[in-house]
């Protein structure tokens, strides 16, 4: 029933006109009440909704209280709809048409019941809706503080992903494999040039990809322990040229220059990274060798390239200062990524990329070896060039005809020239040496998947040719001493070639907790070492007879392989992988047929009451490569000569290894513990014959090599500080049996280290990270024990105002031998908000420190070595994004 | 005569009494929560919305309402043991109860605290889309609620102000919601009305002897607390590992009541 007040005409006209001169001022604000009640009972009904309408707007809307009486406030509408309703009424609706006149109005309504029955299914109780869980993703926005530059220091902030100090990226726990862009592969596993330099203000979003599988038809049913990043770029970089420019200058001719370049469309991906500097980031690290080995049952896209062993290595003394200050650089890189979609089922990846680095740096040594009869004293004085050229090509062609086949055809190339320059002082004596490498190197892989009933077919089929040239030369040589050669210099000529060839076909198949699958393929190997010495005095050369030589190694290696994963109950997961091979081995005029059996077996158990628990076993035999079975001496430097093994065995070994973590952080515990045990039946050992000018060794097989390692660590949060800390212990121990000058010995080498690390996370505008260090070492012989103690302190502090401006001072401090040395390195940055340009300065050495000292000992020698320091230098860049 | 007199008063009683109880309907929901991660990727639990023309109780994580262990839904587990997603259900579940007569909203929540508050008021902008949802249309409503915006798609042919946790007081009780990337996610299963399957008891949610009621100014305090005692989770992982972490958080990232930013 509705109840509406009579207005008189007239009245109504002359308030109209009234009203009409405030109506600019006046909004027409009116009240709707009334009472709903029930139409059977009479009884008000409440928690009933009113809603009005305008149109298709919900305007206002309430619901009645305990006596029926609601109370509806509408702004500015001519007109509305008032509907009332109930669970279990009809509702109903009036249309009220609002004039100025009025502002109170009254509508009741009167319900009438009905029986309702509301029922809709969509899903059942426990069925849940489908959702794609392999991709965790991250947005910038929310992690991000201004301070990131590249995307590894955004890596770093992301809970999940962890970067260490080369660079290497762990997500979840375990290593990844690449970085994509949108979904691309552009660098494969060189991931770190795309990590260390492209900008971060281009990205949107950082993807982790759980179960990555690059072939399409093991993903439909194979789970895969692969992790990939994706980044995701902003939308308005997704089909445009992009990138940074870096430039600086210094000090004594110091300069870096750094230019990034991408361009982003849907049909091709290009990303240009070029850089020039000699402070300290040498181009090698970026693309260093960086093999990435799949973990878990699906290893199916493993890298079938065998590597190349060189014969001399002539390299400086490195230590775990950064190379920045002890190493001078000049280096030139420049690394070109495309990424290409030719059609919905082909695509193309390729890297092409070139560096030229080299390298100066000083440093002196004293060696000290324990032996008969007389122990052996010398010195070294060594300033080192060494210069590297490298132009390598990395392609792969992906062609997916449909969602159950697909073909991989991978394909590297790589010219690697080097040189190095060892200018010593031997005692008193000056020697010169200079070793020349050549690398020509070509891998070819091809993989077919097609999916079966089941399961899949993998077939693999890869070809590799592989040769290095060294051509090493002594000045004077130091080998043959009679007067009339004294002054010539050895001329060494090695070149070693690596040939393979290899098919494998696998069965893969999984139902529901288990996978697993049968192996058989068959690889050929062949590798030739050809090493001549000559003696060359003005226009002659002399060849050395007893230091050449000619070794060609054949192997043919058919194999069987079975592999299983089975999920025992919820996160109890066992595995086993049983690989058996044959090697019919052929060495010049030796040959054997060898059984090669490598099982493994594990099992993981997680997240019980008592911690996460990892046990593993693996049973290991092979062949060593040729380079161990030279039996020629060779010359490997100015003073050592070696020989092989002239009788090729199988090397044997059992490994053990067991994990366990223990995390209660509401206690603030977290506690962690290892431990690795590796017994060789079989293993190359050495016989070495010392002398004061010249060491002479020669590889011998010996059993009973024996190593283990240990690591426990305790992390805990102290809060009133606001610092995490960690305590932890770590020893490795060593057994080896060797001879050394004729008297067998069993060495033993123990380490233990001692640490403590601590990262502040204070409100104000510093912040601490401190490590301090204490190292043992102890190297028994049989005859004496070497004792070498060492103490480390790092210390980096962070000054963070306002994100604007941001320094980092970094000190490293040793203390070794009652002698203290420390190196200290600064960055300031300023940072303006808002804008695309950053002004940087970087100091190294502040305090012109002149050199370092380090201490080595093994178990029967001693070597103090004392690096030249990179004097001090300042660098003040600017960086431009656009 | 009194006797049959006697049986019509009673009859007329019974039909008076079956009609003024009140019937009581069941809504199923599927509850994701997935802070931080950018997509509705955590691990789904089962719940329901129980109500009657008084109140309403939702119910989530409790172990009866799931089957069989949470289980076909990867874990992600990082190499410290910790995981990014705990999945846990408990006996009692966590209860949300909107006793709208008293505008009163009581909750057995995170912590197993009981908070008792009157009920949120949130300011809710209805928009002019619908959907169906089963064979109910369903409008869309969005509102900002503690740190997170939300987008509600509520049924008005079920007019009363219900809706899954605390998301409540639109005219039509809510079938789905979401925040921004859906890092919180309420999916609609079932209705039922009137209902007429076994049901858990449906009882306001009362304190057990021993604990009290808090008010939701406590609860914040405790939410805040807890959360830099997670932040410190982090930061101990990242010392163990030896690597970089990131050193401030918000809570928008671990709760869903964003209790260390202001409501506007």
Same mark, same amino acid.
Request: with cysteine; net charge positive; proline share 4%.
């Given at each position: 029933m509705l109840r509406i007040n009579k207005i008189n005409n007239e009245t109504l006209k002359t308030y109209l006109l009234f009203l009409f001169c405030f109506c600019f001022s006046l909004v027409g604000a009116q009240t709707v009440t009334g009472t709903i009640i029930n139409g059977t009972s009479s009884e008000p009904i409440e928690d009933a909704l009113v809603i009005a309408k305008n149109g298709d707007k919900v305007v206002s809307y309430t619901y009645t209280d305990v006596n029926g009486h609601y109370n509806l406030k509408i702004n500015n509408f001519a007109e509305i709809t008032l509907t009332a309703s109930s669970l279990g009424f009809?509702?109903?609706?009036?249309?009220?048409?609002?004039?100025?006149?009025q502002v109170n109005y009254v509508s009741d309504f009167q319900l009438n019941e009905k029986t309702e029955t509301l029922t809709t299914v969509v899903l059942k109780a426990d069925e849940k809706i489908k959702i794609n869980r392999d991709t965790i993703s991250y947005r910038i926005s929310a992690f991000k503080d201004a301070s990131e530059r590249t995307v590894e220091d955004m890596l770093k902030k992301l809970p999940g992903i962890e970067v260490d100090d080369d660079g290497n990226i762990r997500a979840l726990g375990k290593p990844i494999q690449k970085i994509l862009i949108e979904g691309d592969d552009l660098a494969d596993s060189n991931y770190k040039v795309i990590s260390k330099n492209l900008d971060i203000t281009v990205l949107d979003k950082i993807e982790i990809i759980n179960n990555y599988d690059e072939n399409p038809v093991l993903k439909q049913f194979l789970s895969s322990e692969n992790i990939v990043l994706n980044l995701k770029l902003k939308k308005d970089k997704k089909s445009?040229?992009?990138?940074? $420019?870096?430039?600086?200058?210094?000090?004594?001719?110091?300069?870096?220059?750094?230019? /990034?370049?991408?361009?982003?469309?849907?049909?091709?991906?290009?990303?240009?990274?070029?850089? *020039?500097? /000699?402070?300290? =980031?040498?181009?090698?690290?970026?693309?260093?060798?960086?093999?990435?080995? +799949?973990?878990?049952?699906?290893?199916?896209?493993?890298?079938? =390239?065998?590597?190349?062993? +060189?014969?001399?290595?002539?390299?400086?003394?490195?230590?775990?200062?950064? *190379?920045e200050n002890y190493i001078e650089n000049t280096s030139v890189s420049n690394n070109l990524l495309i990424?290409?979609?030719?059609?919905?089922?082909i695509k193309l990846r390729n890297s092409l990329y070139y560096f030229n680095d080299s390298f100066e740096q000083y440093y002196k040594s004293e060696y000290q070896y324990f032996v008969e009869p007389k122990d052996i004293f010398f010195k070294e004085q060594n300033s080192f060039n060494q210069e590297k050229f490298n132009l390598s090509n990395d392609l792969k062609i992906t062609f997916t005809p449909s969602k159950d086949r697909n073909i991989t055809v991978a394909n590297t190339l790589t010219f690697l020239n080097g040189t190095s320059k060892n200018g010593l002082l031997f005692n008193e004596e000056n020697v010169q040496q200079t070793l020349r490498n050549k690398t020509r190197e070509q891998d070819t892989q091809i993989q077919l998947t097609q999916k079966i009933k089941s399961g899949a077919v993998v077939i693999d089929f890869y070809v590799g040719s592989k040769k290095l040239d060294q051509i090493f030369k002594i000045f004077p040589n130091t080998f043959i001493a009679d007067s009339i050669n004294q002054k010539t210099l050895s001329y060494s000529d090695y070149n070693t070639t690596l040939d393979y060839q290899g098919l494998d076909a696998s069965l893969v198949f999984k139902n529901n907790k288990t996978s697993y699958s049968f192996t058989g393929g068959f690889q050929h190997i062949n590798e030739t070492i050809k090493t001549k010495s000559y003696l060359g005095f003005q226009n002659q050369n002399e060849k050395i007879d007893s230091l050449s030589g000619r070794h060609t190694a054949r192997s043919l290696l058919p194999h069987l392989q079975f592999k299983i994963e089975e999920e025992l109950y919820q996160d109890v997961l066992l595995y086993a992988n049983l690989d058996a091979i044959w090697n019919s081995y052929d060495k010049n005029n030796f040959s054997k047929n060898f059984f090669l059996p490598n099982p493994?077996?594990?099992?993981?158990i997680r997240k019980t009451k008592t911690g996460t628990y990892h046990f593993k076993y693996s049973y290991i035999s092979e062949i060593p490569r040729l380079n161990y079975f030279t039996d020629n001496f060779i010359i490997k430097s100015y003073r050592n000569l070696s020989l092989g093994i002239s009788k090729p065995e199988a090397l044997k070994s059992h490994s053990y290894s067991f994990n366990y973590t223990f995390a209660r952080v509401e206690k603030r515990i977290?506690?962690?513990?290892? $431990?690795?045990?590796?017994?060789?039946?079989?293993?190359?050992?050495?016989?070495? =014959?010392?002398?004061?000018?010249?060491?002479?060794?020669?590889?011998?097989? =010996?059993p009973g090599q024996k190593l283990w390692l240990f690591q426990a660590s305790f992390t805990s949060y102290i809060d009133p500080v606001n610092t995490s800390v960690k305590i932890g212990y770590q020893k490795q121990f060593s057994e080896q049996a060797v001879i050394i000058n004729n008297e067998n010995s069993k060495l033993k080498n123990n380490t233990s280290q001692y640490y403590l690390s601590g990262t502040t996370y204070l409100k104000g505008v510093v912040n601490f990270k401190i490590l301090a260090n204490y190292t043992i070492n102890a190297g028994e012989n049989g005859r004496n024990t070497i004792r070498n103690e060492r103490y480390k302190f790092e210390l980096k502090t962070i000054f963070n105002i306002n994100k604007v401006f941001i320094a980092t001072f970094e000190s490293k401090g040793y203390l070794v031998s009652s002698q203290f040395y420390e190196t200290n390195n600064a960055e300031i940055e300023f940072r303006p908000k808002g804008k695309n340009w950053t002004l940087g300065l970087k100091i190294i050495n502040i305090f012109n420190d002149k050199e370092y000292i380090f201490e080595n000992s093994s178990d029967y020698v001693q070597t103090a070595t004392v690096f030249d320091a990179v004097p001090r230098y300042g660098i003040l860049y600017g960086r431009f994004r656009f | 005569m009194p006797l049959k007199a006697l049986l019509l008063f009673l009859t007329i009683l019974n039909f008076t009494i079956c009609i003024s109880q009140t @019937?009581?309907?069941?809504?199923?929901?599927? @509850?994701? #929560?997935?802070?931080?991660?950018?997509?509705?990727?955590g691990v789904d639990y089962n719940a329901i919305l129980m109500f009657d023309n008084n109140s309403s109780l939702y119910i989530t994580r409790k172990d009866s309402l799931e089957k069989t262990k949470i289980d076909g839904q990867k874990s992600v587990i990082t190499a410290q043991g910790g995981s990014i997603f705990t999945a846990v259900t408990n006996e009692k579940g966590f209860q949300y109860n909107n006793l709208i007569k008293k505008d009163s909203f009581y909750s057995r929540d995170l912590g197993f605290n009981?908070?008792? @508050?009157?009920?949120?008021?949130?300011?809710? !902008?209805?928009?002019?889309?619908?959907?169906?949802?089963? #064979?109910?249309?369903?409008?869309?409503?969005?509102?900002?609620?503690?740190?997170?915006?939300?987008?509600?798609?509520?049924?008005? @042919?079920?007019?009363?102000?219900?809706?899954?946790?605390?998301?409540?007081g639109l005219p039509g009780v809510i079938l789905e919601a979401y925040d921004t990337n859906k890092e919180i996610f309420w999916y609609f299963k079932s209705f039922e009305y009137p209902v007429t399957t076994m049901l858990p008891s449906f009882k306001p949610v009362t304190p057990p002897k021993g604990k009290?009621?808090?008010?939701?100014?406590?609860?914040?305090?405790? #939410?805040?607390?807890?959360? !830099?005692?997670? #932040?410190?989770?982090?930061?101990?992982?990242?010392? !163990?590992?030896?690597?970089?972490?990131?050193?401030?958080?918000?809570?928008?990232?671990s709760y869903i009541e964003v209790f260390d930013v202001e409501d506007k």
């Open positions: 009809v509702s109903e609706n009036l249309r009220i048409r609002f004039v100025e006149s445009v040229l992009f990138g940074k $420019a870096e430039i600086g200058g210094g000090i004594e001719n110091r300069f870096l220059g750094d230019v /990034n370049l991408g361009v982003i469309n849907p049909l091709v991906k290009l990303l240009n990274l070029a850089n *020039t500097n /000699n402070t300290g =980031s040498p181009a090698g690290r970026q693309f260093g060798v960086y093999t990435y080995s +799949p973990i878990g049952f699906n290893d199916f896209t493993k890298d079938f =390239s065998i590597n190349q062993n +060189p014969i001399v290595f002539l390299s400086g003394s490195t230590n775990e200062l950064n *190379t990424n290409k979609r030719f059609s919905d089922s493994s077996a594990g099992l993981r977290l506690f962690n513990v290892s $431990a690795t045990h590796r017994k060789f039946l079989n293993q190359v050992s050495f016989k070495n =014959s010392l002398g004061q000018n010249t060491d002479i060794t020669q590889s011998i097989f =010996s | @019937e009581r309907g069941l809504i199923r929901y599927g @509850e994701i #929560q997935s802070l931080s991660l950018g997509a509705p990727i009981y908070v008792k @508050e009157k009920t949120p008021k949130i300011s809710w !902008k209805i928009e002019k889309e619908t959907k169906t949802i089963g #064979q109910l249309t369903c409008q869309k409503a969005t509102a900002t609620f503690r740190g997170r915006d939300y987008t509600a798609w509520f049924a008005p @042919e079920i007019p009363l102000p219900y809706g899954p946790w605390k998301l409540q009290d009621w808090i008010s939701i100014e406590t609860f914040k305090e405790i #939410q805040i607390k807890n959360f !830099k005692n997670a #932040q410190i989770a982090g930061k101990m992982v990242a010392e !163990k590992m030896n690597i970089e972490t990131y050193s401030n958080d918000t809570m928008k990232n």
